[in-house]
């Protein structure tokens, strides 16, 4: 069997198995300083944008919510006062006129009613009756000589100042000119005409025609054209709708849930259709001393329009924030870059370093100040740490390594026997190896001539085994190896091996002049052949060894269970 040089248990050994000073990083995909200060940066940015949107967005929408609200209010509240107003002054007009003492003559009161009804053209229908109710004079001669005795105009005419709500004049079904091929609606004034002493000779009255409504809607709304989705309605004191979409005319205001708390103000509410509309609500509440007839008039926009500017605002704040976000994130990277490479530069030198490369140093980088800083202290941490590396790896080969032989020492090689056979796999030989003739040596020439055999023994023993054998000195003459068995490797041929120590161990050792020879007895188990317990397997060699000094020494026995009765 040739040498193979130094064993495994030597300093050197020891020293490759621990490693250096850096024992290895954890590696993974780990996330690098730009990408982190990169993404860092766009989510900061883009989360302060998301919240900027969201208060600022928010903020504007109630405010626009108000100010709508308030525009959808002042907007009812406007036409309630034109049209109280335009009550009022009808009302005040029909009333003035039933005082004229003059008027009570049918031939005054008709040039009367022709002129008047010249200059408004809101008057569709303007006549006087007498007390029995037959109209006496009347506009264009419409229902002249007709006998209304039984119409609410007459009838409360002739009790004082009367103004009657939005109705249909049947009557007039095609008579008025500008109101052909639909039912005319009117609003009724009519005051009692009366002599001196008090008593009510007939009626003034009037009906107006109802488009003088849609007439001051018109002038509202013309400068408001570019509100998508406005709608008005007025509704009558029942609530019954007087003007809005056709489909609502005549009929109940089409949100039940509104109609029971109409007060003026405005709301954001959801109507039948399934839409929210900002509404604003105004109360007909009369003028001076007409009280008015009760009407109410509601403004509406669909929400969806109203919040479109606040909902285009969102969009911009966060596509803004976006591009932001990406132009900062841009700018971050590049930024971290000039951090990011000093460090890297120290991070792949300790990297090296932690691997034992040759001239390995950590550098001394440029850039911020702390990054020098760093590079300083951890060049001079590196700088103590291989001193103290150093000395503790001495320390530890003092401590492992038998300091006459240089060998490894017992406390050595128990732990490694038992930290390569704790696992329960591979194999290995064990050889206890004992010097014969050694005693009267160190009896007859002392203990220099003994440790100088002990040495020469020693370097012959390193030399014949392989380098990943270990062959330590117990103490005194007593000496043991292990030979693993690799995968791959042929086993040891252990008559050979025990026949190399032999020879090698009876070659004279020169001492003062003087040649010197001892012998060996050798005592060979295996594991885990002979047991599964290394510590019983070594208790085997120790028993061959002793049986190989019985049968005469110098020579080398392979334990057996023959031998089980001499095993002690």
């Known amino acids: 069997m040739t040498s193979h040089g130094q064993p495994n248990g030597s300093a050197a050994g020891r020293r490759s198995a621990k490693g250096g000073i850096f024992p290895g990083r954890a590696r993974g995909h780990a996330i690098g300083l730009r990408v982190m200060v990169a993404v860092t940066v766009a989510v900061l940015v883009l989360g302060s944008t998301l919240v900027k949107g969201l208060v ?3 903020g504007a929408a109630d405010a626009l919510a108000k100010e709508i609200g308030n525009s959808m209010t002042g907007l009812a509240q406007s036409l309630v006062r034109q049209l109280d107003l335009t009550m009022w002054a009808r009302a005040n007009q029909i009333a003035a006129l039933s005082r004229i003492d003059a008027l009570k003559d049918p031939a005054v009161a008709q040039s009367t009613i022709d002129e008047l009804k010249r200059r ?4 569709a229908w303007i006549g006087m009756t007498n007390a029995e109710g037959r109209v006496v004079a009347a506009s264009n001669g419409l229902l002249l000589g007709a006998d209304i005795s039984s119409r609410p105009v007459h009838q409360e005419g002739m009790k004082g100042l009367y103004v009657g709500d939005v109705h249909q004049a049947v009557a007039l079904n095609g008579k008025v000119p500008y109101l052909q091929g639909e039912t005319p609606k009117f609003v009724d004034v009519s005051a009692p005409l009366q002599k001196a002493d008090g008593s009510t000779v007939g009626v003034l009255a009037a009906h107006y025609s109802w488009e003088w409504a849609h007439v001051s809607i018109r002038q509202l709304t013309e400068p408001l054209a570019d509100r998508k989705g406005l709608t008005l309605y007025i509704l009558s004191a029942d609530g019954t709708v007087l003007i809005g979409p056709d489909s609502t005319v005549g009929k109940p205001l089409p949100v039940p849930a509104l109609t029971g708390k109409l007060r003026d103000g405005w709301s954001s509410e959801v109507w039948p259709d399934g839409v929210t509309y900002v509404t604003g609500v105004a109360h007909g509440k009369g003028l001076q001393d007409y009280a008015g007839l ?15 500017e606040t909902n285009r605002l969102r969009v911009t704040i966060i596509v803004s924030g976006g591009l932001l976000a990406f132009l900062f994130s841009v700018i971050g990277w590049f ?46 941490m590196v700088d103590g740490l291989t001193n103290k590396d150093a000395a503790l790896m001495r320390l530890e080969d003092i401590a492992y390594e038998d300091r006459l032989t240089a060998l490894p020492n017992r406390r050595y090689f128990e732990q490694y026997v038992e930290a390569s056979t704790g696992g329960g796999g591979g194999s290995a030989m064990v050889m206890y190896i004992d010097l014969d003739g050694f005693k009267p040596v160190n009896d007859r020439l002392g203990h220099d001539a003994g440790d100088a055999v002990l040495r020469q023994i020693g370097g012959r023993l390193a030399s014949i085994f392989r380098d990943d054998d270990v062959v330590a000195r117990l103490g005194g003459d007593e000496f ?41 007895s050798i005592g060979i188990a295996s594991w885990p052949e002979d047991d599964r317990d290394m510590a019983t397997v070594m208790r085997h060699a120790d028993a061959a060894l002793y049986k190989a000094k019985r049968d005469g020494r110098n020579r080398a026995v392979r334990w057996m269970r023959t031998l089980v009765g001499s095993d002690g």
């Open 56 to 58: 600022v967005g928010n």
């Open 480 to 520: 043991a190896a292990v030979l693993p068995r690799r995968a791959g490797r042929p086993a040891p041929d252990t008559d050979e091996l025990a026949a190399r120590i032999i020879a090698a161990v009876n070659e004279p050792v020169s001492f003062n002049g003087e040649k010197l020879r001892v012998g060996c």
């Open 294 to 308: 009760g009407w109410t008039v509601i403004a509406r926009q669909p929400a969806d329009v109203v919040f479109a």
């Open 335 to 380: 930024a971290a870059g000039r951090i990011a490479r000093p460090l890297r530069a120290i991070a792949d030198a300790a990297e090296q370093i932690g691997k034992g490369g040759p001239g390995a140093a950590i550098p001394n980088v440029g850039g911020a100040a702390e990054i020098r800083r760093l590079s300083v202290a951890l060049r001079d």
């Open 120 to 123: 408004d053209s809101t008057i």
